[in-house]
């Protein structure tokens, strides 16, 4: 294939997917200058012409959420305003996807600014993975790919070929995650029955399914600070199961996660490179990183080659 025109950039978020995604393509990744005035204000450069080309821009919006946004609106309005044919903006992770709806009075839908950001910035679409609730999509008014990786992850619990399996979803919301991994591996699925007190508490209810003299494997799209997943895991242990794995795309691990997860009587917590590990995740001998790089490699090609991203999804 031609990559004359087809260009992919990243800022300080997650470079080595970024580089990733260029190595599974076979291309050299597009050279930028991301850095900070003393103030703390964000200075882009594109070090190279984009003039009519196809440009991407890699950039998962993770911690430090608002820096690593502010990185990516300048970047796009740079490839905007230097005549770049079509921009796209890749997010492995879209920050602020858990503020979807007013649940509250006096809140805002920061999911939906964000996407108006996005757009305003010079976005000509979206290409992102496992968005905390898929209705996102709809507060974009320019296209959107939105890609998951559980084929990635169904195909390492596959190779561990774990016994007496049974598929956990964490809350009815994350359902049809879960159902994709039990259809997948030919296991039953349980749902767990859970009420949100505050943000980030959860208390675990009751388990809806048979799990006893089992092997568990909860799914779920976020872990952040790992409480309601240890919960989950401990509930899981109460009701009989044999052992409990855990599996989630995106690696948020922020306060006290780590810690909760050493601690926690779960045997594995696979996640993807979507958000960079922090070093004392990394550290931690029950976390494993699956790469996407090559999933988002393949959408990139079939959006620049103007094919099917559908075939992803199989």
């Not at 996005?118 to 496992?130: C, I, N, P, Q």
């Amino acid at each position: 294939m031609n990559f004359d025109r087809l260009k992919i950039f990243t800022g300080n978020a997650n470079k080595p997917l970024a580089e990733e995604i260029c190595a599974c393509l076979g291309m050299p990744l597009g050279r930028a200058s991301v850095r900070y005035f003393t103030d703390g204000e964000v200075y882009v450069q594109i070090l190279e012409n984009v003039r009519g080309a196809d440009v991407f821009v890699v950039q998962p919006t993770c911690q430090p959420v608002d820096r690593n946004l502010m990185e990516l609106l300048l970047m796009l309005d740079a490839m905007k305003r230097a005549s770049a044919r079509r921009v796209t903006a890749v997010m492995p992770y879209y920050g602020y996807a858990r503020q979807d709806r007013k649940d509250r009075p006096r809140v805002p839908i920061s999911a939906k600014l964000v996407a108006d950001l996005l757009m305003a910035a010079g976005a000509s679409r979206t290409l992102t993975m496992d968005l905390h609730a898929p209705q996102i999509q709809g507060f974009f008014d320019i296209p959107v790919d939105h890609l998951f990786a559980s084929p990635v992850l169904v195909g390492y619990f596959k190779s561990l070929e774990l016994p007496d399996l049974t598929v956990v979803a964490p809350d009815a919301g994350g359902v049809e995650r879960s159902r994709f991994f039990a259809k997948r591996m030919d296991a039953p699925l349980a749902i767990m029955d859970k009420r949100r007190s505050e943000t980030n508490e959860a208390e675990v209810m009751h388990v809806i399914g048979d799990v006893r003299d089992r092997t568990a494997l909860l799914t779920d799209d976020i872990v952040d600070t790992a409480g309601t997943l240890v919960k989950s895991a401990q509930a899981l242990l109460d009701k009989g199961a044999r052992s409990v794995y855990a599996a989630a795309t995106h690696a948020v691990l922020s306060g006290p996660a780590v810690e909760r997860l050493c601690q926690s009587p779960i045997e594995q917590l696979v996640v993807s490179n979507s958000i960079p590990l922090r070093s004392e995740a990394a550290e931690c001998g029950r976390i494993k990183v699956l790469s996407i790089a090559e999933l988002l490699a393949k959408a990139i090609h079939s959006i620049h080659a103007e094919t099917s991203v559908s075939q992803l999804f199989i």
